[in-house]
């Protein structure tokens, strides 16, 4: 029940009961928002999340990736490849670029577990919002390995560009999903 209060859905009055919330479109879109953003380990829960390192490495920021930032050409940013794996299944190849200048103190043990965890966990920083981009594509030979595709399968890429509360942008990434192991849940309303 503490859960459902927590999360906007019901409302406990003491001395009347427990009562299921009358939502506005506002607050339905806040907790539909809410939960698409809480990271690949916070939204797989009830199922084994780990992750293999492939990349990590600091470098200059391109004239891409810094717009994609919006930080300065060659400041520094983590570049991170990763594979996720949901009960030792690869679904999703991760390629993400992080300002060091924000995310400070990021390490190897970190990535194995959740980022997300550790910004708001131990850098104390709140993840607000993200901007998405998904479409389908062919996997590359390196995806294949890695995502163990054998057959023709496509995959679906989220291009994504993070911010945190303070509208800082604190990551963009491309995130290749096995089409076979991934769906896209919305709640969309009018």
Same mark, same amino acid.
């Given at each position: 029940?503490?859960?459902?209060?927590?999360?906007?859905?019901?409302?406990?009055?003491?001395?009347?009961?427990?009562?299921?919330?009358?939502?506005?479109?506002?607050?339905?879109?806040?907790?539909?928002?809410?939960?698409?953003?809480?990271?690949?380990?916070?939204?797989?829960?009830?199922?084994?999340?780990?992750?293999?390192?492939?990349?990590?490495?600091?470098?200059?920021?391109?004239?891409?990736?810094?717009?994609?930032?919006?930080?300065?050409?060659?400041? %520094?940013? &983590?570049?991170?490849? $990763?594979? *996720?794996?949901?009960?030792? =299944?690869?679904?999703? +190849? #991760?390629?993400?670029?992080?300002?060091?200048?924000?995310?400070?103190?990021?390490?190897?043990?970190?990535?194995?577990?959740?980022?997300?965890?550790?910004?708001?966990?131990?850098?104390?920083?709140?993840?607000?919002?993200?901007?998405?981009?998904?479409?389908?594509?062919?996997?590359?030979?390196?995806?294949?390995?890695?995502?163990?595709?054998?057959?023709?399968?496509?995959?679906?890429?989220?291009?994504?560009?993070?911010?945190?509360?303070?509208?800082?942008? %604190?990551? &963009?990434?491309?995130? $290749?999903? *096995?089409?076979?192991?991934? =769906?896209?849940?919305? +709640? #969309?309303?009018?």
């Amino acid at each position: 029940m503490d859960l459902l209060v927590s999360e906007g859905l019901i409302i406990k009055r003491r001395g009347s009961g427990t009562f299921v919330k009358d939502m506005r479109d506002d607050d339905a879109i806040e907790i539909a928002m809410k939960k698409q953003f809480m990271g690949f380990k916070a939204t797989h829960g009830s199922k084994k999340v780990t992750s293999d390192i492939i990349k990590f490495k600091v470098i200059p920021a391109s004239a891409e990736i810094a717009e994609k930032l919006k930080i300065e050409r060659n400041d %520094f940013v &983590y570049y991170i490849e $990763r594979v *996720r794996y949901l009960n030792d =299944e690869p679904c999703v +190849i #991760e390629y993400t670029y992080m300002p060091i200048s924000t995310i400070k103190g990021l390490k190897e043990d970190v990535l194995k577990d959740s980022i997300y965890e550790y910004i708001e966990n131990t850098l104390n920083l709140s993840i607000q919002s993200a901007h998405r981009v998904i479409k389908a594509d062919l996997p590359t030979d390196l995806e294949k390995k890695y995502l163990r595709i054998k057959e023709l399968i496509p995959i679906l890429e989220v291009e994504q560009v993070a911010f945190l509360s303070n509208g800082q942008i %604190f990551e &963009y990434s491309k995130s $290749r999903h *096995r089409g076979d192991k991934t =769906e896209i849940k919305m +709640i #969309e309303v009018r």
